[in-house]
């Protein structure tokens, strides 16, 4: 390993380092992540003693082409042969490195490994990990390295979200864009967003999980600004269930949110969302975050979803109000027979075309406008975007009219009103 000459560039260097067993890297067009991944199997290889490392792209020819060339370049001091008929590459330490083609499965059974890269995974079935490739690890206890540009939201999406919570040890998931490789220049970077739709762009070279825009709803129209200094405030919320808060969840769980909306709405109908709590709290939490929102804002309406989450929190958070002599009413809310997308679209696509909802800046902008935009892809969380649109149950609006109505003035010819 003396005779490599090892060069990393930064964000290469903190994925190098971390010692996490199954390591998750998401990252833009030309980031140099095909080039990291070659210098781990290296590496790895060189310290399975006679073991077995993968590399694995969607096909065989993908392998090949990307992957081939580079390793014979990087690891020339410690390659003894190579075979480009079953693209196999043999080091000093009698270690092997294979090529793979994922929509090959058959090629990859009954073989024990001690590291396998799956490159370009959203790409892949996850069949060919979860039922070839993890159990090829068991034996040694090996480690792998998911690696890719998005495509959409798949089950790359759903990893990458696993192990961006950091519930499990195991799992670590960093991302990365174009902008993060310093070879790259920028002005090249810029000149390839002027070609390319602002969709494939910001998924190829800022490595965005995005499904394909639905257009329900539109950039422009979401409008930031002060909260007003009229209006009552109302405050909606959207549980996520609480028997799975405690429990390790598996990497393809819904990783559904509570929800809590703080709106402000005043005489002419305006929406003001003044604030989104979200998070994956246990029961007691939960409820202390509710009773701490209407403490701070004093809404005059409160509702929470109708069901069996709502019968659980409610214990609690009564006793919050016995304790701290603080009582309020929480309405029932409920989808009244419509589909979500439905009462969601009723709720908010006009009032955000016409400008009647506008938005504080917070940390919880870049959460809610990723769920709007994206809804209401079925691969796509929208609990903060489900619990806003519950404001249209609560707000009760007193209308103000700029004309005046003849007490005089027949409206109606047959009933005489």
Do not use: C
């Not at 090829?136 to 192990?163: C, S, V, W």
């Not at 559904?256 to 703080?262: G, K, L, S, Y």
């Not at 009244?336 to 009032?351: E, F, H, I, P």
């Amino acid at each position: 390993m003396t005779d490599l000459n090892i060069e990393l560039i930064p964000w290469q260097q903190d994925v190098w380092v971390d010692e996490a067993r199954f390591q998750v890297v998401v990252a833009g067009r030309r980031t140099g992540k095909s080039r990291l991944a070659a210098w781990k199997l290296i590496i790895r290889a060189l310290e399975s003693g006679k073991g077995h490392v993968f590399y694995v792209a969607p096909t065989q020819g993908q392998a090949r082409d990307i992957m081939w060339q580079t390793l014979l370049e990087l690891g020339a001091p410690v390659v003894v042969s190579s075979h480009i008929n079953n693209l196999q590459i043999k080091l000093i330490n009698g270690a092997t490195i294979s090529l793979k083609g994922a929509d090959r499965p058959e090629t990859m059974r009954g073989v024990s490994l001690k590291y396998v890269v799956l490159d370009e995974y959203a790409d892949m079935k996850p069949e060919v990990f979860e039922q070839i490739l993890r159990p090829a690890l068991a034996n040694q206890k090996g480690d792998a390295l998911f690696i890719g540009t998005p495509m959409g939201r798949n089950h790359f999406y759903e990893l990458y979200q696993y192990a961006l919570l950091g519930d499990d040890p195991l799992y670590k998931a960093w991302h990365f864009t174009s902008y993060d490789n310093p070879l790259i220049d920028p002005e090249e970077i810029k000149v390839a967003e002027k070609s390319m739709s602002s969709y494939s762009f910001r998924q190829e070279f800022l490595a965005s999980f995005e499904a394909i825009g639905s257009e329900m709803f539109k950039e422009e129209w979401v409008k930031f600004g002060e909260s007003p200094d009229e209006g009552d405030y109302y405050v909606a919320i959207d549980l996520a269930g609480f028997e799975e808060v405690n429990k390790q969840r598996t990497k393809n769980a819904q990783l559904d949110e509570t929800a809590i909306v703080v709106t402000r709405v005043n005489d002419n109908g305006h929406w003001h969302v003044e604030n989104i709590i979200h998070g994956r709290w246990e029961l007691g939490d939960t409820a202390r975050k509710i009773f701490e929102v209407v403490r701070d804002y004093r809404p005059v309406g409160i509702g929470i979803e109708k069901g069996i989450a709502r019968q659980a929190v409610m214990s609690p958070l009564t006793d919050m109000m016995k304790r701290y002599g603080m009582f309020f009413r929480v309405d029932e809310l409920t989808h009244g027979n419509k589909k979500k997308t439905d009462r969601v679209m009723w709720a908010l696509q006009g009032r955000f075309e016409n400008g009647f909802i506008t938005l504080s800046k917070g940390a919880w902008n870049s959460r809610f406008l990723d769920q709007l935009f994206q809804f209401p892809d079925k691969l796509t969380h929208d609990d903060l975007v489900d619990a806003l649109a519950y404001i249209d149950q609560l707000a009760k609006v007193a209308y103000t009219y700029d004309f005046e109505i003849d007490d005089h003035e027949v409206l109606d010819e047959l009933t005489g009103y």
